[in-house]
């Protein structure tokens, strides 16, 4: 990728961004808003396009490889349980069930992918009248579970951990309120 002094750009696996202020050679010096002054090579920038379309809703990078991720049709991340007359669905929200591969992406990036995924399964379910869902989102640290609890707050739901002996302590259960109308 070709930068010129003045573009303005961000850094990939990095939450920062800023305008090349100079090119010395393989460096680029980068200046973000509060007026710091990075160094880096062209292989760690990104140019920041005016046109984003859908990848604005994760951030404003103009990078062809998540565009490309974005439009990657997801493998079918949910099934549907059925025990004594009650439908659950199963989300797994394993970043490597929902993209063939991370090349390229950051924790946000996969972060905002597997929320929107979350979100899109737990109003699919709401508008289906599926009482239960299990998202399935593993220990680790546990960012996305508590950005999880974060976005069920916002919905008619009841959640808890799911079952320990079937899922472990990796995932929770959300009952979905049904309206009586």
């Not at 920062?16 to 292989?43: C, H, N, P, W």
């Not at 099934?79 to 591969?101: A, C, G, M, R, Y």
């Amino acid at each position: 990728m070709h930068f010129e002094v003045g573009n303005k750009v961000a850094v990939l696996d990095d939450v920062v961004k800023g305008v090349i202020t100079e090119i010395r050679g393989e460096q680029i010096l980068v200046s973000t808003a509060d007026g710091m002054i990075f160094s880096y090579t062209a292989s760690d920038l990104v140019k920041i396009g005016v046109d984003q379309n859908e990848l604005s809703k994760y951030s404003d990078i103009d990078n062809q490889l998540l565009t490309d991720k974005l439009r990657e049709k997801p493998k079918s991340t949910s099934k549907f349980l059925k025990s004594k007359k009650e439908i659950t669905l199963e989300v797994d929200l394993h970043i490597n069930q929902l993209v063939k591969s991370t090349k390229g992406m950051d924790n946000y990036d996969m972060l905002n992918l597997q929320m929107d995924t979350a979100r899109r399964k737990l109003e699919y379910a709401i508008q289906k009248k599926i009482s239960k869902i299990v998202f399935i989102h593993g220990v680790g640290e546990g960012v996305l579970r508590t950005e999880l609890q974060y976005l069920f707050q916002k919905y008619p739901v009841k959640f808890y951990d799911a079952s320990y002996q079937k899922y472990g302590l990796g995932a929770t259960e959300v009952y979905i309120f049904q309206n009586p109308n």
